[in-house]
């Protein structure tokens, strides 16, 4: 079993230029695979994380909110970056890296976004230029990373 972290973003990116922004090294960006669109990179020995990149359209994301409510997002287009870790792995370094990339690709891309918790915790949103790191305190302060990804307005 495995902990994923998602960052979706809004929209048709190029996956390559997506790719540019959230991994600087060219050895360790995302290869293409077998099926069509689908890039993938182990980078668990360096990252903690095997990193995913696919692209979709007619998405649907839910997940709890702040109040325990429902968010909905239904993008009609979108790429997903996902942040496969090792559930019997140390995950701090993981996390710390992950969030680094998340950070890159947020500085870099101007897309709507969320970052999701194995599907179903949101942990930060982007609408309309306005980054929010949702009600998940406990995790943001958990792990020490509350300032990794600067969030106006908290």
Known sequence: MAIEYRLTLAGKIPLDQLVECAVPDPAERPTPTETPGLLTADLHDQQGFTLIVRPGHDGYYEAEDDDATTW????????????????????????????????????????????????????????????????????????????NVLVPGE
């Open 72 to 147: 909905v997002w239904e993008p009609d287009s979108y790429v997903n970056v996902t942040f496969r870790m090792a559930k019997e792995s140390p995950v701090e370094n993981g996390i710390s890296n992950m969030l680094a990339v998340v950070s890159r690709v947020l500085t870099c891309r101007r897309e709507d976004a969320a970052l999701i918790l194995n599907g179903d915790v949101l942990l930060l949103t982007r609408f309309d230029g306005v980054l929010r790191k949702h009600r998940r305190a406990l995790w943001w302060d958990h792990y020490g990373f509350t300032d």
